[in-house]
């Protein structure tokens, strides 16, 4: 007679080369669960409600991330360097720096794209770039580039913005005021 003899539930659990198959899935669905949690898609965070936009507060430097800014003149002439280009500007490379000139339009008259506001008044900077921050040895030519600048504001006062990138995803390029202005 032959007597076989089963594990109890204790030595399930001793036995190394066993595991549950539950935390085999539990694993990867709490990896997911916590990198789902830490990506925001800025297609779903809600547009900032825009300010209007006066040429006399315009008028001083406006800094942004990664060194980026723009000195606007009262004659409507400004300075610019390191700011990130629109995807629409497919030639550029990197962010850019020069000279160029600033108007105020109305956003109903307003008929390109890579802009989040749709009322109100906004911003149109045009740039003659005269030097690109890129690691390309490659020498680019002179191109005029072209921004659409909305304004909003938050609990740290007025700032401006525009997109850069995908505009799908609407990431945004936000330039404050310096108080050295």
Avoid at 28 to 57: E, G
Avoid at 128 to 151: D, F, G, H, R
Wanted: proline residues 6%.
């Amino acid at each position: 007679m032959q007597v076989s003899v089963k594990p109890n539930d204790a030595e399930k659990t001793m036995n190394p080369r066993r595991r549950p198959r539950g935390a085999l899935l539990a694993i990867p669905s709490a990896l997911l669960a916590s990198l789902t949690a830490c990506t925001v898609d800025a297609r779903y965070q809600p547009v900032p409600k825009s300010t209007s936009i006066k040429a006399s507060n315009i008028v001083g430097t406006w800094k942004g991330a990664r060194g980026a800014w723009i000195r606007f003149s009262a004659d409507n002439h400004l300075k610019a360097g390191r700011l990130q280009t629109q995807e629409t500007q497919s030639d550029a490379t990197g962010p850019a720096s020069g000279n160029g000139k600033w108007e105020i339009i109305e956003a109903r008259n307003y008929k390109g794209g890579m802009t989040t506001s749709q009322s109100g008044r906004l911003l149109k900077v045009s740039m003659l770039q005269k030097s690109w921050a890129s690691s390309s040895p490659s020498i680019q030519p002179a191109q005029e580039l072209t921004w659409i600048v909305s304004s909003a504001a938050d609990s740290k006062g007025v700032y401006l913005y525009y997109l850069v990138g995908d505009p799908d995803v609407q990431e945004k390029l936000i330039l404050r005021k310096s108080d050295d202005s």
